[in-house]
């Protein structure tokens, strides 16, 4: 079976600080693992992804998260954080194998909502 | 454009009044699913559909009931609708089931449903 676990519901940092956001994954299978982005008022978009490539994936907006299968981490960072990337981010683990009916199914992390100080 | 588009965007309604959300995709997907999201759960799966005529259960689908008749559109039904289902509902799409899993997966821009 397939799970995320994203540590801390809010996380606010001051602009131009950096940014972290937690995810942990449990997985039967090698997974694939993403980081979804919701702005308010909008749908989700995805950001960046790991799909058994390099461990360090770089995303949009100079966002990027690295794949650690020893501490079955997935965290987002970005260097310096901008007002513009206040939103809710999920992260999310579907199964790289044939699992019958979990193939192809994201499942989603709690969301972690960022705030941007001035 | 490419895009997945759903109705209403916002819906107010009372209990036990049957309402239908709409989703359409102009992409040709095959794949299609329906979560709702709720403060501090993330977004669960509710219904799914791998092509027309084929549906199954996610992992919330009481109180639901879809229907893939055509392949661009995927209407969730709430025949009964209760308290319990005012959310945020989000119909998704994808090249493939497998594709889907792979994060080509394309989000509706939501419909807010709030049931009195």
């Known amino acids: 079976a397939q799970s995320v676990t994203q540590l801390g519901s809010h996380v606010s940092v001051s602009e131009g600080a950096l940014v972290l956001l937690r995810c942990n994954y449990s997985?039967?299978?090698?997974?694939?693992l993403f980081w979804y982005v919701q702005y308010p008022n909008q749908g989700l978009q995805l950001l960046l992804k790991?799909?058994?490539?390099?461990?360090l994936v770089k995303g949009i907006n100079g966002f990027e998260a690295e794949f650690k299968k020893s501490e079955t981490s997935f965290h987002l960072t970005k260097p310096s954080a901008h007002m513009s990337d206040a939103a809710e981010y999920f992260c999310a683990v579907s199964a790289s194998a044939d699992r019958g009916s979990t193939l192809g199914r994201l499942y989603f992390g709690r969301g972690t909502q960022l705030t941007v100080w001035p | 454009e490419a895009q997945v588009t759903q109705n209403p965007r916002y819906l107010i309604t009372v209990t036990g009044k049957k309402l239908t959300v709409t989703c359409s995709q102009n992409?040709?997907?095959?794949?299609m699913s329906w979560y709702r999201q709720d403060p501090g759960l993330g977004l669960r799966q509710i219904y799914y559909s791998m092509n027309v005529e084929v549906t199954d259960k996610g992992d919330v689908p009481e109180g639901y009931k879809v229907s893939r008749k055509e392949k661009r559109n995927f209407p969730l039904i709430l025949e009964s609708p209760s308290p319990n289902q005012t959310s945020l509902y989000f119909c998704?799409?994808?090249?493939?089931?497998?594709?889907?899993?792979?994060?080509?997966?394309?989000f509706g821009p939501g419909t807010r449903l709030t049931v009195l």
């Open positions: 997985s039967s299978v090698p997974p694939y």
């Open positions: 998704a799409s994808s090249p493939t089931r497998l594709a889907g899993g792979r994060g080509e997966q394309f």
């Open positions: 992409m040709n997907h095959e794949y």
């Open positions: 790991y799909t058994s490539a390099a461990t």
